[in-house]
């Protein structure tokens, strides 16, 4: 059993695994969080590629002048983002193409 913090900022996810598709991953906001198809392909609901600094500094000003969240919780944004293991998401990628 493995834990991890993953950045996540939308509800889209893959709500069905076709043939050959294993969950690797499951979270509380996404189902199928996590899903190896065959030995080649990789899908991650979550953002790996976002950290918290870039979430903050370039997502977070846009998605509040755009009206989608209130700018008064962005505390409680900044702590949540704190938690984030990028690094972690990133090794676990980097670990699937090498092997």
Known sequence: YLEWNLLQSHNDEVSFLGEGAVLVASSKRCKNEIV????????????????????MEKIWPAVVRKGYVDPASEK????????????????FIRDFFRS
Do not use: A, F, G, Y
Not at 46 to 53: G, Q
Not at 76 to 91: A, G, N, P, W, Y
């Open 36 to 55: 190896l198809v065959r030995d080649n392909i990789l899908s991650m609901q979550s953002h790996p590629d976002l950290t918290p600094d870039l979430m």
């Open 76 to 91: 409680e944004v900044r702590r949540e983002m704190s938690k984030v293991d990028t690094d972690r998401s990133l090794d």
